[in-house]
Nanobody
Framework: QVQLVESGGGLVQPGGSLRLSCAAS????????MGWYRQAPGKQRELVAV??????TTYADSVKGRFTITRDNENTVSLQINSLKPEDTAVYYC??????????WGRGTQVTVSS
């Protein structure tokens, strides 16, 4: 099993930037991809970005050009968020996909975009 701890959320003004990080521990050799999801109040959780062990990235259309996912090392993934909009306000969850098919989730970190 993989344990995840997120950091880096907070309150930021529209147009601002944040960097979220997620550190994995445990059975990290089983990780095939790491990514970020978000859930806004009253909405379903949605994929934001994912990066595979091989470095292939996928982004939601709503964040392309503003968000960048990177794998800092084998066990850490970051999400650089630029040009933040109020509609980016959500709880952001780190997620890993494993070769066993069993995913893991972090507890989430709040991102609030407001003036």
């Amino acid at each position: 099993q993989v344990q995840l701890v997120e950091s880096g959320g907070g309150l930021v003004q529209p147009g601002g930037s944040l960097r979220l990080s997620c550190a994995a521990s445990g059975s990290t050799a089983l990780i095939s991809a790491m990514g970020w999801y978000r859930q806004a109040p009253g909405k379903q959780r949605e994929l934001v970005a994912v990066i595979t062990r091989g470095g292939t990235t996928t982004y939601a259309d709503s964040v392309k050009g503003r968000f960048t996912i990177t794998r800092d090392n084998e066990n850490t993934v970051s999400l650089q968020i630029n040009s933040l909009k109020p509609e980016d306000t959500a709880v952001y969850y780190c997620n890993v996909r494993t070769y066993t098919g069993v995913p893991s989730w972090g507890r989430g970190t709040q991102v609030t975009v407001s003036s």
